[in-house]
């Protein structure tokens, strides 16, 4: 998990736009195959992450084509998810979901997260 | 410590003796004692040999002493706390002084409802308070299930004083059972992972095998050992007659690096301009933390704590334990104190069809290791890792050796090197703040969820105790409380379970928490649900003993680590892993532990599912363990 933590920390900075490249998504359905498919597991089911298993996905601008590229060969730990097992929609789906992901409260706000 | 009393041994020649003596008394050889019935009787009601064998007075069915009395001497002069067993008719003349005649005091006899837990106590007691305490099981089916937890302890470097119960001479069992609990080598089965073990078959044997016991598994690298106490050795009858001696226990001092290994070292971190210290099980006691911040101040060098015990403070400035990996990369000397895996911390391994690994570490980085590991390997079990290419190895224990490698490091500080000390000082003081800032934006992130995120329940566990006198002993939830938490005392965290045998973490929280009860200290832990689930018994042993300890669930519904390893599979195989869950899972129907705990005396609430109830209800259950209780809030949790 730490190779993949490394590399989508390296592309982390701030939310990408959709770019022409982007399928249209279904968020509701991507977030059903999110669960479906184990996704939370390693990331949590907000997109959290967990440095013990996966990095954060919720407000990681990874674009379209390196998101599909990386599932369907992880460079890291992440098993691989080829077509067989998520079609392109399906990784469509998934993307479109992320990207509506809330963003977290600040920081500032919990008081919990002051002590 | 040492102490002689007057007894004599030999139940069987002692009762051979009354029994031929009555023999003697009573018939002459070859006739019956009593002349035959001259009249036709009918079936009797009792065993004719009642009637004709030794008188009720002159048979001795009694001893005011017996071998286990003089074991109990010994086990005393151990000054072991506690025995925690459940249990066990080979054992039962021991069981029997440790209660009566030993007043059931130091050691005290701790109920258990598994072997397994049992042992797991043990071991976390150990952690806390550095010494061992006592652990009694049947020879056989007792032993067989304590394995999994001594083995552990092994992996572990605990010390632990086991004390299995057998029955060796054949002639003397019982029929039935006491054949199916025999063995010729009760040892046997643990061999591989304890120590040292002994059958003695005397109890002058006993007592000079327990003083060894001791001693071995107080010197590093520590370790359980394991004693045979055979049956007949316990149960005989003792007089005043003969001497029996305890024997004096030696402690052997820690062996420590050899000088010019130590010179060589200090010359290497000196001179480095990134070097890099981590510390696995380097702190046996609180001086070996104290030793590791002089160290780390000295040098200015940073500290990646991989948390077999507590071996550096979590808000120290120079622990930057969340930024291992890049500082591994670009580090010129790395001192490694106690690691249980020197390669895997200097190599990056990819699980995938093919498996490969590459060397992180930058071309010509110097590996310094101390272990007292390297002292002491098995061949059967493989928990020695993979082997790594060190550049100055130590056989030594590191806490024993880092005195000697302080003043040898001070020695060579010119003005020039304190001074790049001190700049590299403030720069990582500063990578120490960004972290802790970065850990608190990353625990935000899914703070209002249900299922409870990991981090949640970890900053609301936080704010009820952080004004007390606390002890964590278990593992933390993804390590989100070494992120959020101060720890700067050493029985604030314990480790791990040494061997990943799953079913450490319940008992081991309430051996901790027994260590911690007599400092008045608050015992708490993060208590995963299928580990639970192994042996829930021991939440009643906390009950009945009154042990208090305050354990929040980290209730995820599954064995999360084996889901991932079916999704691993899964996917490689082309198959999905829309069913991972089969297997894996703790689903349909979800348990529920605070009825679980609840039954079992605890204080419990649950289960809670929206974090916005989680801190009243933990606020309850900490008022309840300071009234003595143990307190149990279960948490539906999101998976890491």
Not at chain 2, 291 to 303: C, D, G, K
């Amino acid at each position: 998990m730490k190779g993949l933590f490394l590399i989508l920390a390296m592309l982390a900075g701030s939310q990408n736009p959709p770019s022409a490249n982007t399928p249209r998504g279904d968020p509701q359905n991507g977030k059903m195959l999110f669960m479906k498919y184990g996704c939370f597991e390693c990331h949590g089911r907000e997109g959290q992450g967990s440095n013990a298993t996966g990095p954060r996905l919720n407000q990681n601008p990874i674009t379209y084509p390196r998101f599909v590229a990386y599932i369907r060969k992880p460079s890291g730990e992440m098993p691989p998810y080829t077509a067989k097992v998520v079609t392109d929609q399906q990784a469509a789906d998934l993307y479109a979901f992320l990207q509506s992901l809330p963003k977290p409260p600040a920081v500032d706000s919990i008081p919990l997260l002051k002590q | 410590m040492a102490k002689s009393r007057r007894f004599s041994a030999g139940r069987r020649k002692f009762l051979k003796g009354a029994a031929v003596a009555g023999a003697a008394t009573l018939a002459t050889p070859g006739k019956p004692a009593v002349a035959a019935p001259t009249r036709r009787v009918t079936t009797p009601l009792q065993d004719p040999r009642a009637e004709t064998g030794t008188p009720p007075e002159v048979e001795v069915l009694t001893a005011d002493h017996c071998g286990s009395d003089f074991m109990v001497d010994v086990i005393k002069s151990l000054d072991i706390e506690y025995f925690c067993a459940n249990p066990g008719s080979s054992f039962r003349a021991l069981h029997e002084s440790i209660v009566n005649y030993g007043g059931n005091q130091k050691p005290e006899f701790i109920t258990c409802c598994h072997e397994e837990s049992s042992v797991a106590m043990a071991h976390a007691y150990s952690k806390i308070e550095g010494k061992p305490i006592g652990v009694m099981a049947h020879g056989t089916v007792g032993l067989q299930h304590a394995a999994m937890a001594i083995y552990n302890a092994y992996c572990d470097r605990v010390p632990m004083f086991i004390v299995v119960g057998n029955s060796l001479d054949a002639t003397q069992r019982r029929p039935g059972v006491e054949w199916e609990h025999s063995v010729q080598d009760a040892a046997s089965m643990v061999r591989d992972f304890v120590k040292w073990d002994d059958t003695p078959i005397s109890l002058g044997h006993f007592a000079e095998s327990a003083a060894r016991a001791y001693k071995i598994a107080m010197t590093p690298p520590m370790e359980p050992v394991l004693l045979v106490a055979d049956s007949d050795l316990q149960e005989r009858p003792l007089s005043e007659k003969e001497k029996l001696r305890v024997q004096k226990v030696t402690r052997t001092s820690p062996p420590q690096g050899d000088s010019g290994a130590v010179a060589e070292a200090a010359k290497l971190l000196v001179a480095a301009q990134n070097p890099v210290i981590i510390a696995d099980r380097a702190a046996r006691t609180p001086a070996g933390m104290k030793y590791l911040i002089e160290l780390a101040e000295t040098l200015q060098a940073p500290v990646l704590d991989q948390g077999g015990r507590m071996n550096f403070p979590s808000r120290h400035r120079l622990n930057l334990s969340g930024r291992g990996r890049p500082l591994i990369a670009e580090a010129d000397v790395i001192l490694g104190l106690e690691l249980t895996d020197f390669w895997g911390t200097v190599n990056a391994y990819r699980d995938q069809l093919e498996r490969t690994s590459r060397r992180i570490t930058k071309p010509g980085t110097k590996l310094i290791s101390i272990t007292a590991g390297d002292l002491y390997i098995k061949a059967n079990y493989q928990d020695f890792e993979r082997y790594p290419e060190i550049d100055l190895a130590m056989a030594a224990d590191a806490e024993a050796t880092l005195p000697a490698l302080i003043e040898a490091v001070k020695k060579l500080i010119t003005p020039d090197r304190k001074s790049a000390f001190q700049a590299r000082g403030a720069k990582l003081a500063a990578a120490h703040e960004a972290a802790v800032e970065q850990a608190r934006k990353e625990a935000a992130y899914g703070w209002d969820a249900s299922p409870i995120s990991t981090a949640r329940m970890s900053a609301e566990l936080w704010a009820q105790i952080k004004n007390e006198d606390w002890s964590l002993v278990s593992n933390g939830a993804s390590g989100w409380p070494q992120r959020l938490w101060n720890f700067d005392k050493y029985y604030q965290q314990i480790g791990g379970s040494g061997g990943a045998g799953v079913g450490y973490g319940a008992p081991a929280s309430v051996g901790g928490a027994l260590a911690n009860r007599k400092y008045g200290r608050l015992s708490v832990s993060i208590q995963n649900d299928g580990d639970l689930m192994y042996a829930p018994g021991v939440l009643w042993t906390a009950a009945h003993h009154r042990i208090p300890l305050l354990s929040v669930m980290h209730n995820n519904r599954a064995y999360h680590q084996e889901v991932m390893h079916l999704q691993r599979m899964g996917n490689r195989h082309n198959r999905g892993i829309d069913r991972a869950y089969i297997g894996t899972t703790i689903e349909d129907p979800n348990i529920d532990y605070a009825k679980l705990a609840q039954s079992m005396g605890w204080f419990a609430e649950g289960p809670i599912t929206d974090p916005k109830d989680l801190g009243p209800a933990i606020k309850r259950a900490l008022a309840a363990v300071k009234h003595g209780e143990p307190a149990l809030v279960d948490v539906v949790s999101q998976p890491r």
